[in-house]
Structure formats: structure tokens, C-alpha cells
Nanobody, 123 residues
């Protein structure tokens, strides 16, 4: 069974850090760009970051630039999202998704999604 599993979410104070992980099972992430998305209550899902298959290209939405860092370890079949200087507005469910066609912020393009991990940032 092909799966993406996110982990690492939790409750943190404003200014704190979390590292999210996205682990693949049943397939190799080598041929997939991986995107991180988030959805806050009452809001649409938005693209946060994306990393190309070899990690050579990364992209971030403006609101997280300089605070979040995406990386991947293909040997571990895992992609990470390091989140620093967290703000209450970062509170959301975070999802990772895999796309064979490359990075995009257009969610319907993605082939496979994880179940999400909750991030809550207290003021």
C-alpha cells in the first residue's frame, strides 16, 4: 500500500520550533517532488513549501520564507519541514503530498497525500 505519513506536529509557544517529517512507505520518494500544504480552520488549503526530486530546487510561500526549511533524505525515504520562529498564524493541519510532475502549489496536481499532522502555536 502506497502511503505518506506525517509526524512531528504538536503544540508550541510562539517563537518556538518544530520539525515535521513525511515518510513514504510502499514506494520510493526518489521520483517525486514533495510539497507541504497546510489548512487552518475555515480556510482553504495553501501550499507552504516544495522540494524537487533531487533536492536541488526548493520553494516557499512568502509568509514562511526565512523561517521554514524543507529538506529530503532519499536514503531514508523521508522529507522534512523545519519550522522556526513559529507564529500563531502558522496554526493548521500540515499535509505532505507527492507529485511525479514536479513542484507546484496547485494541490490537485499531487498524486498522493498524507493524513496530516496538527500544528498549534500558542501566543
Amino acid at each position: 500500500q502506497l502511503q505518506l505519513v506525517e509526524s512531528g506536529g504538536g503544540l508550541v509557544q510562539s517563537g518556538g520550533s518544530l520539525r515535521l517529517s513525511c515518510a513514504a512507505s510502499g514506494f520510493s520518494l526518489d521520483n517525486y517532488a514533495i510539497g507541504w500544504f497546510r489548512q487552518a480552520p475555515g480556510k482553504e488549503r495553501e501550499g507552504v513549501s516544495c522540494i524537487s526530486t533531487n533536492g536541488g530546487t526548493t520553494d516557499y510561500t512568502d509568509s514562511v520564507k526565512g523561517r521554514f526549511t524543507i529538506s529530503r533524505d532519499n536514503a531514508k525515504n523521508t522529507v522534512y519541514l523545519q519550522m522556526n520562529s513559529l507564529k500563531p498564524e502558522d496554526t493548521a493541519v500540515y499535509y505532505c503530498a507527492a507529485d511525479q510532475m514536479g513542484c507546484t502549489s496547485w494541490a490537485p496536481e499531487y498524486d498522493l497525500w498524507g493524513q496530516g499532522t496538527q500544528v498549534a502555536v500558542a501566543a
